[in-house]
């Protein structure tokens, strides 16, 4: 079987069928509708000009579209599992498909899971029609538009108003591809009510050799007074490649901080979106892609101020060794109505062979004209006179490197805020430190 529109609109009318009527079976057909008319994107397509995704799209995949009996065992679970995952909910997607039979809830409490669907037809109808596929405002592609319109196993995490989670979300996307390549296509909503908190991390896993490609979208709604902390781990390997998208709205005065770090992957493509949609909202955003061998990372961030007195911070930084290419397009919009935004944003890499490369291009659009915005990028090789420095002391060039590399990568690491997490992600720097 070779992926293809036809292929897709064949599965696509199979699933409509039993949800034309239904709130997302408007929605589904509206996604497969633009991804018909948009296609695959290419390099033509303005923000997609360094990452070509129509390979992916050509070769033969298992493509799942609904729950299967679980094939994975437990074992297997165990040797996947975050650092802290006793004392954490766990929510588990099997193929892109939520697997509720797998997932732990310990804050039952402070935390709903269920269906998109069942949360669409039941109390929380309002928050589903207003911010379900609110990403697509921003993403015109097609890869975003499948995603929706394939979503009807998509799941619903609600964090209750005025609830601090005891224990962290973390959210495993596993992939099993020891019977063939295959396709996924993950999709969440979260919604974190009025003056709630919640520290969430997500991870990708493949099972196999065989090559996967993961088309993700979580799409988070984040309420007034509310505090959200989003980790995102990428290392799955090199027969992985994946487009994942983080889309955060803040439609109330509220905090947001996310880390994304990029350690392994065929072609990976990462869209993060910050949505500042009220006044006096702030929001951090660190990431760091550390690439080697012939992986391509492509990080695209967009922080969108709508509204005044909103503070925004984005730093990420790329080391880039091999054959390797990295790519950041970073924008920060200011609407004609936000004033008094401050926004900063800074893009650093470091090349660590001659042959690897990076294209960055940080971007301002202001359409006010009193705010405070500033953006730089940097591109060189490391420290040369720091290198001598420790070897004159008696350090090797290969631990030397190393020190000053995790050095670098210190300003990211330092802002994971959850230490069982930040410990595990230390130790998988370590070791691409080995080198």
């Not at 009527?21 to 633009?34: E, K, M, P, T, Y």
């Not at 040797?79 to 954490?88: D, I, K, S, T, W």
């Not at 990403?135 to 319109?149: E, F, H, Q, T």
Request: aromatic fraction near 8%; hydrophobic fraction near 35%.
């Amino acid at each position: 079987m070779i992926n293809s529109v036809e292929y897709f609109k064949e599965k696509f009318d199979l699933l409509q069928h039993a949800n034309k009527d239904s709130l997302l079976g408007s929605v589904h057909q509206q996604a497969f509708n633009a991804f018909r008319t948009m296609g695959i994107p290419s390099v033509k397509h303005e923000e997609w000009k360094y990452t070509r995704v129509g390979s992916l799209f050509n070769k033969e995949y298992n493509v799942v579209l609904e729950q299967k009996p679980n094939t994975i065992s437990e074992k297997e679970i165990n040797a996947v599992r975050l650092p802290g995952h006793e004392e954490a909910n766990e929510l588990f997607f099997i193929n892109g498909i939520f697997s509720f039979g797998l997932s732990k809830i310990l804050s039952s409490k402070q935390l709903v899971v269920i269906s998109l669907k069942e949360a669409a037809a039941g109390e929380y109808n309002d928050v589903v029609s207003k911010n379900f596929n609110h990403s697509s405002n921003y993403l015109k592609d097609g890869v975003n538009a499948l995603n929706a319109a394939f979503a009807q196993e998509a799941v619903f995490i609600h964090i209750k108003k005025g609830q601090i989670t005891e224990h962290p979300v973390y959210i495993y996307n596993i992939t099993d591809t020891r019977s063939g390549n295959t396709f996924s296509q993950p999709r969440s909503l979260i919604h974190v009510a009025e003056n709630a908190q919640v520290q969430m991390v997500e991870t990708y896993i493949a099972l196999g050799h065989s090559q996967d490609f993961t088309s993700q979208v979580t799409e988070i709604i984040v309420e007034k007074d509310a505090h959200v902390e989003y980790y995102k781990i990428q290392h799955e390997g090199r027969d992985s490649s994946m487009v994942s998208t983080t889309h955060l709205r803040q439609v109330g005065k509220s905090y947001t901080h996310t880390v994304t770090v990029s350690l392994d992957g065929d072609i990976v493509r990462n869209n993060l979106n910050v949505v500042l949609d009220a006044e006096h909202c702030e929001a951090h955003l660190y990431g760091l892609y550390f690439q080697k061998g012939s992986s391509h990372i492509d990080n695209h961030t967009v922080v969108d101020n709508v509204k005044p007195n909103c503070f925004s911070n984005e730093l990420y930084k790329g080391i880039i060794d091999g054959d390797a290419t990295g790519v950041f397009n970073g924008k920060i919009f200011v609407q004609p109505h936000a004033q008094k935004t401050n926004a900063y944003q800074s893009n650093k890499n470091i090349l660590l062979s001659d042959s690897a490369t990076v294209n960055t291009k940080p971007q301002l659009e202001i359409f006010a004209d009193d705010v405070k915005c500033s953006h730089g990028c940097t591109i060189g090789r490391l420290d040369e006179e720091g290198l001598f420095y420790l070897q004159s002391r008696g350090i090797s060039e290969k631990t030397a490197m190393a020190l000053l590399l995790h050095a670098f990568s210190d300003d990211i690491l330092s802002n994971i805020k959850l230490p069982a997490i930040k410990n595990y992600v230390d130790e998988l720097i370590e070791k691409r430190l080995e080198m």
